[in-house]
């Protein structure tokens, strides 16, 4: 089955700072890469997907990028600010996985003010 | 639309107990899930479910039955409570099919086993 390493576990920034986080996948049909942000006490909620089709996607400051090669996804998030702070997970599914999503361990993303 | 609710939001067990998690989504999706989250492991799949009549299980199913009697509603049941089910339970739904891969998560049920 698919396996989603996640890195860093934590990371602390500077507000305006720039963070990313990366995953990487095992199972070359996955196809479908989410984003999910998750914040003390809450549900997760997707901020940013891309499917396998495309290598970026952007949404304001937030963006990932996607090497299907290597598989391995990031999430980029520009001028960083103190409501960025929460639970950041990455995911995977393809085709065939009927909705299954593997989850990556999660980073906590604290921006200092 | 409310989405995906779940309930209890809170719930407290002792060791051998059962009890139900209640989910239900009123968008009319076929795929349901239910995921638990503990500390540093991310969200692990319990059992989902392709539609209605329709369940297999995920990545960690011991201990946990499903059923899909509707399309709506998708409980969770632990037959025989143990401490290691502590956990936040969250299930999920999203839509079959190309441009719905959003899946959508409940409010989570936060499950203590003594």
């Known amino acids: 089955g698919e396996n989603v390493e996640q890195h860093p576990s934590t990371l602390s920034v500077q507000e305006g700072d720039s963070a990313v986080i990366k995953c990487t996948y095992s199972?070359?049909?996955?196809?479908?890469f989410p984003w999910y942000k998750q914040e003390l006490g809450k549900r997760p909620q997707l901020i940013i997907d891309?499917?396998?089709?495309?290598g970026e996607k952007k949404d304001q400051r937030i963006a990932v990028t996607l090497n299907k090669t290597a598989k391995h996804f990031s999430l980029h998030i520009t001028e960083t600010q103190p409501e960025d702070s929460a639970v950041y997970f990455c995911?995977?599914?393809?085709?065939?996985?009927?909705?299954?999503?593997?989850f990556g361990q999660g980073t906590i993303l604290t921006v200092h003010p | 639309n409310a989405g995906v609710t779940q309930t209890p939001k809170f719930q407290v067990l002792k060791t051998g107990q059962s009890m139900t998690l209640q989910c239900a989504q009123d968008m009319n999706h076929e795929y349901m899930s239910w995921y638990r989250q503990d500390p540093g492991m991310g969200l692990r799949l319990i059992h989902y479910?392709?539609?209605?009549?329709?369940?297999d299980q995920g990545e960690v199913p011991n201990g946990y039955n499903v059923s899909r009697s509707t399309t709506e509603d998708f409980p969770l049941r632990l037959l025989s409570a143990a401490p290691s089910q502590t956990s936040v339970y969250f299930c999920?739904?999203?839509?079959?099919?190309?441009?719905?891969?959003?899946?959508?998560f409940g409010p989570g049920t936060r499950l203590t086993v003594l």
């Open positions: 995911a995977a599914t393809s085709r065939t996985s009927y909705g299954k999503l593997t």
């Open positions: 479910s392709v539609g209605a009549g329709i369940t």
């Open positions: 891309i499917r396998s089709n495309v």
């Open positions: 999920a739904s999203r839509g079959k099919g190309q441009g719905r891969n959003e899946q959508f």
């Open positions: 199972d070359s049909a996955s196809n479908y």
